[in-house]
């Protein structure tokens, strides 16, 4: 199986390599990112430039599924306009180029709360990214939404989110079980799930929280 990962320098991308690098069936991981994974191995290739030229780069490809964790904050951003340009704009291109190499499966790491019609910026863009997916022509999609991120992050860092971390053995243990998808997870999870649902042969869309992601997770560690 061969699968071409957009946002591998993240949480949840470095991860899912070193997950998918481990699988027999996987012959080959293709990244695609503005700068270098920073993983390495025989299976593990790429490819790097600028996001308007990644439909070029992937042209000629030839993929079985492609994986999104992609994904950056307001704050990093800039602006609203830079936000959507990346978190749906280079998305949506990136899906669309993977599919006219071959991909038959996507995988989107999204948000918990994510909604199209939703009032807050960051949900509604997430939101409306799962949606123009709907109209790619994959013959399936997973949509994973996770909580809080948790994990060593690289690069400069999120105030807000490390607070969050820091909080969330409290605030998860206070949150009620029928509101579990709002809790935090580990990123490793997340990237456990993407790996064992990578390649899955049942069609349609398919909605992963985290309770369902952490099934996955231990399924895929047994």
Request: aromatic share 4%.
């Amino acid at each position: 199986m061969r699968i071409i990962i957009a946002g591998s320098t993240g949480l949840v991308g470095r991860a899912l390599i070193d997950q998918l690098a481990m699988q027999p069936h996987v012959t080959q991981i293709v990244t695609i990112g503005r700068r270098p994974s920073g993983q390495s191995g025989a299976k593990v290739e790429d490819l790097v430039g600028p996001v308007a030229q990644w439909p070029t780069m992937i042209e000629g490809r030839n993929v079985d599924v492609a994986i999104s964790a992609l994904g950056t904050t307001l704050r990093d951003a800039g602006s609203q306009d830079a936000f959507y340009a990346l978190d749906h704009d280079a998305v949506v291109s990136f899906a669309r180029a993977a599919r006219a190499a071959g991909a038959r499966q996507f995988q989107l790491v999204s948000s918990v709360g994510a909604h199209a019609a939703s009032r807050n910026f960051y949900l509604g863009t997430k939101g409306k990214v799962e949606t123009s997916l709907a109209n790619v022509g994959f013959d399936r999609i997973d949509i994973l939404r996770p909580g809080l991120l948790r994990g060593s992050r690289s690069g400069p860092v999120r105030i807000g989110e490390r607070i969050g971390i820091a909080l969330s053995p409290l605030t998860d243990v206070l949150t009620p079980a029928v509101l579990s998808h709002y809790r935090s997870i580990p990123a490793a999870c997340v990237a456990s799930a993407l790996a064992r649902l990578a390649g899955a042969p049942e069609p349609g869309t398919f909605i992963h929280q985290n309770d369902e992601m952490r099934a996955h997770a231990l399924t895929q560690t047994r």
